[in-house]
């Protein structure tokens, strides 16, 4: 039965859409759907392809993969994280804003992650090369 994973589906997506301060129409438009079938799909009563998922996202400006999880395509892998949580709960924030350090934070967790999956380099693989301050004076170079 996959009705109520619909349901939440069209409850998350009516939810962005309130949270982004956009209408039904203006989804609709931005999205290439039609109005009466958005409708549908925020009430339940369809369930939109992976192709109009995407469409919806990128007109609500945020994660297809988010949709994807609401909509039962793919399971969500990642550990919760409240940082997420409460990015996408900020509702002082617009929905382009909201995507933007959504995207900043997951590229510091890649990043973090790649981080960890390497062996820390030891002294002797960083080279003999002398760091100098940022000013450029040495303990050599400074008058007495």
């Given at each position: 039965?996959?009705?109520?994973?619909?349901?939440?589906?069209?409850?998350?997506?009516?939810?962005?859409?309130?949270?982004?301060?956009?209408?039904?129409?203006?989804?609709?438009?931005?999205?290439?759907?039609?109005?009466?079938?958005?409708?549908?799909?925020?009430?339940?009563?369809?369930?939109?392809?992976?192709?109009?998922?995407?469409?919806?996202?990128?007109?609500?400006?945020i994660s297809a993969?988010?949709?994807?999880?609401?909509?039962?395509l793919i399971e969500?892998?990642?550990?919760?994280?409240?940082?997420?949580?409460?990015?996408?709960?900020?509702?002082?924030?617009?929905?382009?804003?909201?995507?933007?350090?959504?995207?900043?934070?997951?590229?510091?967790?890649?990043?973090?992650?790649?981080?960890?999956?390497?062996?820390?380099?030891?002294?002797?693989?960083?080279?003999?090369?002398?760091?100098?301050?940022?000013?450029?004076?040495?303990?050599?170079?400074?008058?007495?």
């Amino acid at each position: 039965m996959e009705l109520p994973k619909v349901a939440s589906l069209g409850e998350y997506i009516r939810q962005q859409r309130q949270q982004a301060k956009i209408s039904l129409r203006q989804l609709a438009a931005q999205a290439g759907v039609s109005n009466p079938y958005l409708s549908q799909v925020e009430r339940g009563l369809r369930k939109p392809s992976a192709e109009i998922l995407n469409q919806i996202a990128k007109g609500l400006h945020i994660s297809a993969q988010a949709l994807y999880v609401q909509a039962g395509l793919i399971e969500d892998r990642e550990p919760h994280s409240d940082v997420l949580a409460a990015i996408r709960a900020d509702v002082t924030l617009s929905g382009r804003q909201r995507q933007v350090l959504i995207d900043i934070y997951e590229s510091f967790r890649k990043e973090n992650r790649a981080d960890t999956a390497q062996p820390p380099q030891s002294a002797e693989h960083l080279g003999d090369d002398p760091v100098l301050p940022r000013n450029g004076v040495t303990p050599d170079s400074r008058e007495g």
